[in-house]
C-alpha cells in the first residue's frame, strides 16, 4: 500500500480565515513533505519533517505552520493567507532521507 | 544545489510512436533519480526511480529509464506509446546521503499529447 492520503480535497478560504490541511499514511514512513504546486509547474519543497522533526523549512513565510503530531500525520495550518498561496499543496511520505517519496492527492487551495 | 532541466516542454506523438523524454541534472556528487508522472486530474504517481546498480531500469507501465553518468541524464524512454499515457512527465533528482537526502529536486516537467 503506497496511498497518502489528505484532506480537504478543494479548500476555498478568505484573507483572514484560520483553516487546516491534513495528511495521513500508514506506510510506516518517518519522513514527510509538504510541497505547493501552482499550475503547470513542477511541486516546491516548502517542509520536511524526519522522525516527526521538523528538519526542512524552505523559507516558507510564517502564515504557513506545520505540525507533525505523530509518525503517520501532518498538518499544515493556514493563517492571513494571499490570494498568491493559491496551489494545490500536496502532501509526501518516504521512508526516510533518499527514499522515493510517495504523494497525495493534494488539498487545491483558492484564497480569496 | 540541485538542478534538473527537461529539455522538452510538449510532446506530441501518435499511439504506437516510440518515446523517448530528456532529463539533465546537475549536481556534485552521488544522486537519486527518479521519474514522476501526473496524469490528468491526478496525483503524482512514482513511475520509476534509480539508486545503484544496472544504469537501466525498469517501471511501471512499460516505461524505461537509462542513467548515464558521464552525461548527467536520466532519459525516460517507452517503445510504443498509448493515448492513455497522455500526462505530465516529471525528472526529479535527490542527493545520495546527507541533509539534503531529503531535498527532492523536480524538473519543470514534460507535458506528453499521445494522439489516436
Known amino acids: 500500500d503506497t496511498e497518502v492520503t489528505q484532506t480537504p480535497k478543494h479548500l476555498v478560504m478568505g484573507m483572514t480565515n484560520k483553516k487546516s490541511l491534513k495528511c495521513e499514511q500508514h506506510?510506516?514512513?518517518?519522513?514527510m513533505y509538504w510541497y505547493k504546486q501552482k499550475a503547470k509547474k513542477p511541486p516546491e519543497l516548502m517542509f520536511v519533517?524526519?522522525?516527526?522533526?521538523?528538519?526542512i523549512n524552505e523559507s516558507v513565510p510564517s502564515r504557513f505552520s506545520p505540525e507533525c503530531p505523530n509518525s503517520s500525520l501532518l498538518n499544515l495550518h493556514l493563517h492571513a493567507l494571499q490570494p498568491e498561496d493559491s496551489a494545490l499543496y500536496l502532501c509526501a511520505s518516504s521512508q526516510e532521507g533518499g527514499s522515493a517519496q510517495y504523494f497525495g492527492p493534494g488539498t487545491r487551495l483558492t484564497v480569496l | 544545489a540541485q538542478s534538473v532541466s527537461q529539455h522538452n516542454h510538449h510532446v506530441i506523438l501518435s499511439e504506437a510512436a516510440s518515446l523517448e523524454l530528456g532529463c539533465n541534472y546537475s549536481?556534485?556528487?552521488?544522486?537519486?533519480l527518479f521519474w514522476y508522472v501526473q496524469y490528468p486530474g491526478q496525483h503524482l504517481q512514482l513511475l520509476l526511480k534509480y539508486f545503484s546498480g544496472d544504469p537501466l531500469v525498469k517501471g511501471i507501465k512499460g516505461f524505461e529509464a537509462e542513467f548515464i553518468k558521464s552525461k548527467f541524464s536520466f532519459n525516460l524512454r517507452k517503445p510504443s506509446v498509448q493515448w492513455s499515457d497522455t500526462a505530465e512527465y516529471f525528472c526529479?533528482?535527490?542527493?545520495?546521503?546527507?541533509?539534503?537526502?531529503?531535498?527532492?529536486?523536480f524538473g519543470k516537467g514534460t507535458k506528453l499529447s499521445v494522439i489516436p
Open positions: 519533517y524526519s522522525y516527526e522533526k521538523l528538519s
Open positions: 549536481y556534485g556528487g552521488t544522486v537519486n
Open positions: 526529479a533528482v535527490m542527493p545520495y546521503s546527507g541533509a539534503g537526502s531529503y531535498q527532492l529536486t
Open positions: 506506510m510506516g514512513h518517518r519522513a
